[in-house]
């Protein structure tokens, strides 16, 4: 095993990145042939060797992974002009399947330098990146030959710092090395795909390295992998095998499953529950190793205890003794090796694997039948590698089996005998066991093939058994096929077809001979080659609510009702009532006639009124007493109403199932009804002085395109009613003064299917996945005007903000005083300045004036005048300097917006009549400048900006940091972006069920009066050498609210991970997508507002939907996490689309599994708080969920209590059920709960059909009867899946022993055809299911 140990060691490479696993490989590996030529550059110092080493490099995941290659020791020489040169001209090749643009190989410069000793040490100068791949799966320019790489200072190991970006060029801490490159050529090679099956993926290796297997090159290249040309191969029989552990095979089995049998107690931290593990099967596998990699997929083939293959023992195999016989594993068949080569480092591996299971034990004894339903696990226990020796015949071959830690072929754990078993009375050299076989070359003997063994076994199998201890000879057993391998469900399965021979043993079948079709092609590698790219969880459809166009018409009663309620007119501009108009038709507004409107000040009124339940939604939900209404109008402060009741039209509190609206009543603090007038009134004002430059055509654009989406919760329970969306273009005024609207909305709950998976073949078919249906259930309807008065607008210059996007530095010779300076409008335009108490100028000359007290007043005097003179003499450099810091200062104001890129243009001047070299300070992140050309050039055309564009226009110092080279007196435009994706707590205040917030209080909000505006100051100082600035910006950010197009709402277990895949919209579907854009469909890219958030794009392939996939680490309960996803199709990411909103609710999680129709009783434990609260439990679906308390009730502080509760679900299936605990005081949310049903069908034991008419009647009695089955008498109960469609006559009754108890029933009308099966439970007097009956009715 020398050859072999040497090579397998030396070429040991680290595997790729766990997460590359579920990435989309393609077909097959994709070959490289890279050819490294010479180095060349200033850097370089003549005389002094160097070296490279290339490696592999994962950017997305900052991961190397495969094996450095080194290059030879070249030294380097002089070259014109002033530089030198080093000469490698080296080729190194290697395939990869991971076709990803993050995937890169990085090329290292090393020198050999000197130590202080006078030795020699290894330093790294530099390194490059060479890309692989680019865009999608293509390989980077393979036509081009020759390149100049770019060379970085520094040393590799920077790529794994976590600051390290992708791509490089937006990277500001690599800076490149001046006047040195590369020199190298790189190209895909087919021909390297014919020895796949010899060379390892993602290893780098040279031409002039040795492949086993591999022919020398021809002629005097030496370069065997230009031209590869293979070995060829020897077929060679494996049989007889014997493999023997030490100490004995009993004793080894009962040591492991000992071991095994205690891990497993003490990972599930239990005593001993009359479970154990037992051995459920013993695998060997058996394959070809080069050195390398399996030359062909590894065979699987099973092993039995050598006794139970012949009641008379051991098939002649030698042993140490009668104890010892029959403690061996045999092998039933014969194994051919057709990929044999006759080279030293080529060998046969060995892997020993146990199968082992858990099962019960009766009477002593394992129960077999048990352990087909138990899931497998599967452990190797030992391996071995046998290196043929080349010209050896047959010949019998014993080998020593290894175990622990030591490295083997298959890369896995490998169990090891603990030290306290072992014995000294044997060697070391079997203390771990043997394997025994006898191993042939091809033969006439063995020319026979495994259809001709099949047909001889089948003809043979015909024929009465005759009784023989004989075992069959070696021609006789059949060859084991090639395959992936033996699955735990083949091992388990029957045996099928007629060309079979095998026999079953201990409840085990073997397929030796028949693993599956015999045309199925071997694999080619020994990893397992993942399947194109699909999503785990299916996806769900990215729709929100469907906005209707609301156009109600409304009947004289209905006006009658709204005049009689008393809702406040809306006025107009003259202070008239706006009179309710028809809604215009949709898409039918003009922009020009709105930017032409006098009345550019709008005033945005929303008017909601009432809310009541549909008349053909579904009664399963609790209706509401009060609710309150949480939304966000475009980029103003998110609203959460105060809790408004609902009050039928006679001023009484609303109940039953009433399908009028209820009107919408403000409560006060103390829970009476307010004495103002009903409904709640909001008004926005939207006042052009206050807007961005240009934003009153994207405020119209808002209102034509986009809709209000507005989210419904019960006051009482905190338990979310629905979500309603309304179409916001009938506020478009087009012309008028006014505009009033009235709109009847749908609330609706949008239930999502639980996450499932894709699997088996449906999942590779082109176009089969398809998103989530969504289920939605109209809850009510919710009654709202809207409403847009208009105003006069008093534009003021001073009030405007500048539209242009270029700052200009301020003029070094106009100075501005330090001070609170105030310019008047005077006709002479002088400056005049307040006059300030000194404690409020400086506190340190104040403290000093009052230090010391003289006596008298002059002295006094004095001594002031002179601490004074000193300290303006202390202070006057910091004052000269802060005096002309200001004067070459210059502010820009941006009005961020959450991933919204706002670019300008800073004009620098180099104040000097000499060249700088001008370095760019910038003490925020999100403040840069923009290096890429190309990205610098894409905001200009979006900005319409006329200014050049400079090529190559900065250099990145070692900090990164930019420079600029300025000649005497010279004027350029540095490009600066400011960009966040973080979401300022200012500007998104709390919104949801987690308290009711006072911010809908006042009933005018403003953009000019916007509490969101928290104004950050950034600092970018422009400095030449010594640290001296020329000039200074001053960027004043102040966060604006950002629009939301979608909200999604989650509810998920606390403390685990949501994982979600949402498919994307058509592109061209999405408002703010440009039109005709080159290419096709362009590429989506997301970005989130939580850096902790793992959320990216996938695409399925050409012509397939984008999905976007999210994981959300979740809180503890009742945590609301709430974050944003900004969707854009522009490379350098200016403006989003689309920006989505997300709420994830983090909740208490109880599986229960229950029976349709029963009563499940279970506890949850109460924690109290730091405070008392008088708390109640609320429940989203009371006709299947009971609490006890079913009131209020007292939760003491920092106590425990239980509340108990009973589940009895309606229909089978799995359901979700929500349970909120809410302090009814404070109407806060203290805990929360969700409830997992799993819930089964009862055993149905009658059945009865009946036809009814439908739409409409009085409906239907019918009886049946039940017959008590026990001697004394009992007590039943009634109940019903469908309360809606059937009564009884009485819940429950009370029949003797052995009577027939006859059950009124009334089937109420339905108002459609159709057909429904309605289960009638009868229960006992502990509400456990006795019987059911099932009724069919057919409606006609």
């Given at each position: 095993m020398?050859?072999?140990d040497?090579?397998?060691?030396?070429?040991?490479?680290?595997p790729p990145h766990?997460?590359r696993?579920?990435a989309?490989p393609?077909?097959?590996?994709?070959a490289?042939?890279?050819v490294?030529?010479?180095?060349?550059?200033?850097?370089?110092?003549q005389?002094?060797?160097?070296?490279?080493?290339?490696?592999?490099?994962?950017?997305?995941?900052?991961?190397?992974?495969?094996?450095?290659?080194?290059?030879s020791?070249?030294?380097?020489?002089?070259?014109p002009?002033?530089?030198?040169?080093a000469?490698?001209?080296?080729?190194?090749?290697f395939?990869t399947s991971?076709?990803?643009?993050?995937?890169?190989?990085?090329?290292e410069?090393?020198?050999?330098?000197g130590?202080?000793d006078?030795?020699?040490q290894?330093?790294?100068?530099?390194?490059?990146?060479?890309?692989?791949?680019?865009g999608?799966s293509?390989?980077?320019d393979?036509?081009?030959?020759?390149r100049?790489?770019?060379?970085?200072?520094?040393?590799?190991?920077?790529l794994?710092?976590?600051?390290?970006?992708?791509?490089?060029?937006?990277?500001?801490?690599?800076?490149?090395?001046?006047k040195?490159?590369?020199?190298?050529?790189?190209?895909?090679?087919q021909?390297l795909e014919?020895i796949?099956?010899?060379?390892?993926?993602?290893?780098l290796?040279?031409?002039?390295?040795?492949?086993?297997?591999?022919?020398?090159a021809r002629g005097d290249?030496?370069?065997?992998?230009?031209?590869?040309?293979?070995?060829?191969?020897?077929?060679?029989?494996?049989?007889r095998?014997?493999?023997r552990l030490?100490p004995?095979l009993?004793?080894?089995?009962?040591?492991?499953?000992?071991?095994?049998?205690?891990d497993?107690?003490?990972q599930?931290?239990?005593?001993?529950d009359?479970?154990?593990v037992?051995?459920?099967e013993?695998r060997?596998?058996?394959g070809?190793h080069?050195?390398?990699?399996?030359?062909?997929?590894?065979q699987?083939?099973?092993l039995v205890?050598?006794?139970e293959?012949?009641?008379g023992?051991?098939?002649?195999?030698?042993?140490?003794?009668?104890?010892?016989a029959?403690?061996a594993?045999?092998?039933?068949?014969?194994?051919?090796?057709?990929?044999?080569?006759?080279?030293?480092?080529f060998?046969?591996?060995?892997?020993l694997e146990?199968?082992?299971?858990?099962m019960?034990?009766?009477?002593?004894k394992?129960l077999?039948?048990?352990?087909?339903?138990?899931?497998?696990?599967?452990r190797?226990?030992r391996?071995?590698?046998w290196?043929?020796?080349?010209?050896?015949?047959?010949?019998?071959?014993?080998?020593?089996?290894?175990?622990g830690a030591?490295?083997g072929?298959?890369?896995?754990l490998?169990?090891?005998?603990p030290?306290?078993?072992?014995?000294?009375?044997?060697?070391k050299?079997?203390?771990?066991g043997?394997?025994?076989f006898h191993?042939?070359?091809?033969?006439?003997?063995?020319l026979?093939t495994?259809?001709?063994?099949?047909?001889?076994?089948?003809?043979?199998?015909?024929?009465?058994p005759?009784?023989?201890?004989?075992?069959p000879t070696?021609?006789?057993?059949p060859?084991?096929?090639r395959?992936?391998?033996?699955?735990?469900s083949?091992?388990?399965a029957s045996?099928r077809?007629t060309?079979?021979?095998?026999?079953?043993?201990?409840?085990?079948?073997?397929?030796e001979?028949d693993?599956?079709s015999p045309?199925?092609?071997?694999c080619?590698?020994d990893?397992?080659?993942?399947?194109?790219?699909?999503?785990?969880?299916?996806p769900?459809?990215?729709?929100?609510?469907?906005?209707?166009?609301?156009?109600v018409?409304?009947?004289?009663?209905?006006?009658a009702?709204?005049?009689?309620?008393?809702f406040?007119?809306?006025?107009?501009y003259n202070?008239?009532p706006?009179?309710?108009?028809?809604?215009?038709e949709?898409g039918?507004?003009?922009?020009r006639?709105?930017e032409?409107?006098p009345?550019?000040?709008?005033?945005?009124?929303l008017?909601?009124?009432?809310?009541?339940?549909?008349a053909q939604g579904?009664?399963?939900?609790?209706?509401?007493?009060t609710?309150?209404l949480?939304?966000q109008?475009?980029?103003?402060?998110?609203?959460?109403?105060?809790?408004?009741?609902?009050?039928?039209?006679?001023?009484?509190?609303?109940?039953?199932?009433a399908?009028?609206a209820?009107?919408l009543?403000?409560?006060?603090?103390d829970?009476?009804?307010?004495?103002r007038?009903?409904?709640?009134?909001l008004?926005?004002?939207?006042?052009?002085?206050?807007?961005r430059?240009?934003?009153?055509?994207w405020?119209?654009?808002?209102?034509?395109?986009?809709s209000?989406?507005?989210?419904v919760?019960?006051?009482?329970?905190l338990?979310?009613?629905?979500s309603?969306?309304?179409k916001l273009?009938?506020?478009?005024r087009?012309?008028?003064?006014?505009?009033r609207?009235y709109h009847?909305?749908?609330?609706?709950?949008t239930?999502y299917?639980?996450?499932?998976?894709?699997m088996?073949?449906?999942?590779?078919?082109?176009?089969?996945?398809?998103?989530?249906?969504?289920?939605?259930?109209?809850?009510?309807r919710?009654?709202?005007?809207?409403?847009?008065?208009?105003?006069?607008?008093?534009?003021?210059?001073g009030?405007?903000?500048?539209?242009?996007?270029?700052?200009?530095?301020?003029?070094?010779?106009?100075?501005?005083?330090?001070g609170s300076?105030?310019?008047?409008?005077?006709?002479?335009?002088?400056r005049?300045?307040?006059a300030?108490r000194?404690v409020?100028?400086?506190?340190?000359?104040?403290?000093?004036?009052?230090?010391?007290?003289?006596?008298g007043?002059?002295?006094?005097?004095?001594w002031d005048?002179q601490?004074?003179?000193?300290y303006?003499d202390?202070?006057?450099?910091?004052?000269?300097?802060?005096?002309?810091?200001?004067?070459?200062?210059a502010?820009?104001t941006?009005?961020?917006?959450?991933?919204?890129?706002?670019?300008f243009?800073f004009a620098?001047?180099?104040?000097?009549?000499?060249?700088h070299t001008?370095?760019i300070?910038v003490d925020?992140?999100?403040?840069?400048?923009?290096?890429?050309?190309?990205?610098w050039?894409?905001?200009?055309e979006?900005?319409k900006?006329?200014?050049?564009v400079?090529?190559d226009?900065?250099?990145l110092?070692?900090?990164?940091?930019?420079?600029v080279?300025?000649r005497?007196?010279?004027?350029?435009?540095?490009?600066?972006?400011?960009?966040t994706?973080?979401?300022?707590?200012?500007?998104?205040?709390a919104?949801g069920?987690?308290?009711?917030?006072?911010?809908a209080?006042?009933?005018?909000?403003?953009?000019?009066?916007?509490g969101a505006?928290q104004?950050?100051l950034?600092?970018?100082s422009f400095?030449?050498s010594?640290?001296?600035?020329?000039a200074?910006?001053?960027?004043?950010?102040?966060?604006?609210?950002?629009?939301?197009d979608?909200?999604?709402?989650?509810?998920h277990?606390?403390?685990?991970?949501?994982?979600k895949t949402?498919?994307?919209?058509?592109?061209?579907?999405l408002?703010g997508t440009p039109v005709?854009v080159?290419g096709?469909?362009?590429?989506?890219?997301?970005?989130?507002?939580?850096?902790?958030?793992?959320c990216?794009?996938?695409?399925?392939?050409?012509?397939e939907?984008?999905d976007?996939?999210?994981?959300?680490?979740g809180g503890?309960s009742?945590q609301?996490?709430?974050f944003?996803?900004a969707?854009?199709t522009?490379?350098?990411?200016?403006?989003?689309?689309?920006?989505?909103?997300?709420?994830l609710?983090?909740?208490q999680?109880?599986?229960?599994?229950?029976?349709?129709?029963?009563?499940?009783r279970?506890s949850?434990l109460?924690r109290?708080t730091?405070?008392?609260?008088?708390v109640q439990?609320?429940?989203?679906?009371?006709?299947e969920l009971e609490?006890?308390p079913?009131g209020a009730f007292?939760?003491?502080a920092?106590?425990?209590?239980d509340?108990?509760?009973g589940?009895?679900?309606?229909?089978?299936?799995s359901?979700?059920?929500?349970?909120?605990?809410?302090?009814?005081?404070?109407?806060?949310l203290?805990s929360s709960?969700l409830?997992c049903?799993?819930?089964?069908?009862?055993?149905i034991s009658?059945?009865?059909e009946i036809?009814?008419?439908?739409?409409g009647?009085?409906?239907?009695?019918?009886?049946?009867?039940?017959?008590?089955p026990?001697p004394?008498?009992?007590l039943?109960f009634l109940?019903?899946?469908r309360?809606?469609?059937?009564?009884?006559?009485e819940d429950?009754?009370?029949?003797?022993?052995?009577?027939?108890?006859?059950?009124g029933l009334?089937?109420?009308?339905?108002?459609?055809?159709?057909?429904?099966?309605?289960?009638?439970?009868?229960n006992?007097?502990?509400?456990?299911?006795?019987?059911t009956?099932c009724?069919?009715?057919?409606?006609?």
């Open positions: 020398g050859e072999w040497r090579v397998f060691r030396q070429h040991l490479a680290l766990p997460q696993g579920r989309r393609p077909p097959r590996s994709t490289f042939r890279c490294l030529k010479y180095l060349h550059g200033a850097a370089l110092s005389g002094v060797e160097y070296q490279l080493r290339l490696s592999l490099f994962d950017a997305t995941y900052h991961h190397f992974f495969g094996r450095t290659w080194r290059s020791w070249r030294a380097a020489g002089a070259a002009p002033r530089s030198a040169r000469a490698f001209n080296e080729v190194v090749y395939h991971l076709n990803h643009p993050g995937i890169a190989a990085v090329v410069v090393v020198v050999m330098g130590k202080g006078g030795g020699s290894h330093l790294s100068c530099g390194f490059g990146i060479i890309p692989l791949f680019h999608g293509e390989v980077t393979p036509a081009t030959e020759d100049a790489l770019k060379l970085y200072h520094g040393t590799p190991r920077a794994l710092h976590p600051r390290f970006q992708d791509p490089v060029e937006k990277n500001k801490y690599m800076t490149v090395m001046e040195s490159h590369l020199q190298y050529a790189l190209k895909s090679h021909p014919a796949f099956h010899l060379l390892p993926e993602n290893l290796i040279s031409g002039l390295q040795t492949v086993p297997g591999l022919l020398p290249t030496g370069d065997c992998l230009q031209k590869p040309r293979l070995m060829k191969t020897v077929t060679c029989y494996l049989e095998l014997f493999i030490y004995s009993e004793e080894f089995e009962e040591e492991l499953l000992d071991l095994l049998n205690s497993r107690l003490l599930a931290n239990t005593t001993p009359g479970e154990e037992v051995v459920r013993r060997l596998h058996v070809v080069n050195g390398l990699r399996f030359v062909r997929a590894p699987v083939t099973v205890p050598e006794a293959l012949s009641p023992g051991s098939r002649g195999v030698p042993s140490s003794g009668a104890r010892d029959g403690q594993l045999a092998l039933r068949s014969r194994i051919q090796l057709s990929e044999m080569v006759p080279h030293p480092a060998g046969v591996c060995f892997q146990y199968v082992f299971c858990s019960g034990r009766a009477g002593g394992a077999s039948g048990s352990a087909r339903g138990e899931a497998a696990d599967m190797s226990v391996w071995a590698v290196s043929p020796v080349p010209g050896t015949g047959d010949t019998e071959v014993v080998l020593p089996l290894h175990g030591r490295r072929p298959c890369r896995a490998v169990y090891q005998t030290l306290s078993s072992r014995s000294s009375r044997q060697g050299h079997v203390e771990s043997t394997v025994q191993v042939s070359t091809v033969s006439e003997e063995h026979v495994a259809a001709e063994i099949l047909c001889k076994d089948r003809d043979e199998s015909k024929q009465p005759t009784p023989s201890l004989r075992v070696p021609r006789q057993v060859v084991s096929p395959g992936p391998g033996l699955s735990v083949q091992l388990v045996p077809g060309g079979q021979t095998l026999q079953q043993d201990a409840g085990i079948t073997h397929l001979a693993l599956g045309d199925a092609e071997p080619a590698s990893q397992l080659r993942a399947l194109p790219f699909t999503p785990l969880q299916l769900m459809a990215a729709v929100g609510l469907q906005a209707c166009s609301s156009r018409s409304l009947s004289r009663a209905s006006l009702r709204l005049h009689a309620a008393g406040p007119d809306i006025l107009d202070q008239e706006v009179e309710i108009s028809e809604p215009v949709l039918s507004f003009n922009l006639l709105e032409a409107d009345l550019q000040g709008n005033e945005i009124v008017q909601f009124l009432a809310f009541g339940r549909d579904s009664t399963e939900g609790p209706w509401p007493r609710v309150f949480t939304f109008f475009y980029r103003f402060p998110p609203v959460t109403t105060p809790r408004l009741q609902l009050v039928s039209t006679d001023r009484g509190p609303a109940t039953g199932l399908v009028l209820q009107l009543v403000r409560v006060n603090e829970g009476t009804l307010s004495t007038p009903p409904g709640l009134q008004k926005y004002m939207v006042d052009p002085a206050f807007l430059p240009g934003e009153q055509r405020f119209l654009r808002y209102l034509a395109e986009h209000l989406q507005i989210d919760w019960d006051g009482d329970s338990l979310h009613v629905g309603a969306a309304v273009e009938p506020l478009l087009q012309g008028q003064r006014a505009v609207t009847e909305l749908e609330v609706a709950t239930e299917e639980p996450d499932g998976t894709v088996g073949r449906e999942a590779l078919r082109h176009g089969a996945l398809r998103p989530l249906g969504v289920r939605v259930a109209v809850r009510g919710l009654h709202l005007c809207l409403a847009n008065v208009g105003h006069p607008c008093e534009e003021t210059p009030q405007l903000p500048s539209q242009t996007h270029i700052v200009t530095a301020p003029d070094s010779t106009v100075t501005t005083p330090r300076w105030r310019s008047p409008n005077t006709a002479g335009g002088g005049t300045a307040w300030r000194l409020d100028v400086d506190n340190e000359l104040e403290a000093a004036l009052r230090s010391r007290q003289p006596e007043w002059p002295k006094q005097r004095t005048l601490v004074i003179n000193a303006r202390h202070i006057k450099g910091e004052s000269i300097y802060q005096m002309l810091s200001q004067a070459i200062t502010t820009r941006v009005h961020a917006v959450l991933g919204t890129a706002e670019f243009e620098l001047k180099n104040p000097y009549s000499v060249q001008v370095t300070e925020h992140p999100e403040l840069s400048v923009i290096l890429d050309p190309r990205e050039r894409h905001f200009k979006l900005t900006s006329v200014t050049p400079e090529e226009m900065f250099h110092r070692d900090d990164l940091k930019p420079q080279y300025l005497p007196s010279e004027t350029v435009r540095i490009p600066f972006k400011y960009q994706f973080s979401a300022d707590p200012a500007v998104v205040a919104q069920p987690a308290g009711l917030g006072t911010g209080n006042a009933d005018t909000h403003s953009l000019g009066k916007s505006k104004t950050k950034i600092q970018v400095q030449v010594g640290g001296k600035p020329i200074l910006l001053r960027v004043k950010v102040e966060p604006q609210p950002h629009v939301v979608q909200t999604f709402r989650f509810y277990p606390e403390l685990t991970f949501l994982k949402i498919r994307l919209p058509p592109w061209h579907t408002p005709g080159p096709g469909q362009p590429e989506m890219f997301v970005r989130c507002s939580d850096p902790d958030i793992i990216e794009t996938k695409s399925l392939g050409p012509g939907p984008q976007i996939f999210l994981k959300v680490a503890p009742p609301i996490k709430k944003f996803v969707i854009y522009d490379t350098w990411l200016a403006a989003p689309v689309q920006i989505w909103q997300f709420y609710h983090s909740l999680r109880l599986d229960v599994a229950c029976t349709a129709g029963q009563l499940t279970l949850l109460l109290g730091a405070a008392p609260r008088r439990a609320f429940t989203s679906h009371p006709q609490v006890d079913n007292l939760l003491p920092n106590g425990i209590q509340l108990y509760i589940v009895r679900p309606r229909r089978a299936g359901k979700f059920i929500y349970l909120n605990l809410v302090d009814v005081e404070s109407h806060q203290v709960w409830l049903l799993s819930c089964r069908q009862p055993l009658k059945a009865f036809s009814l008419p439908a739409g009647g009085r409906g239907c009695n019918k009886r049946i009867t039940y017959t008590n026990y004394s008498p009992r039943y109940c019903t899946n309360p809606d469609l059937l009564q009884f006559k429950s009754f009370e029949v003797a022993g052995g009577e027939v108890y006859t059950i009334r089937f109420a009308p339905s108002p459609t055809v159709g057909e429904e099966e309605i289960l009638i439970h009868i006992d007097h502990e509400d456990k299911n006795e019987e009956f009724v069919k009715v057919l409606y006609q």
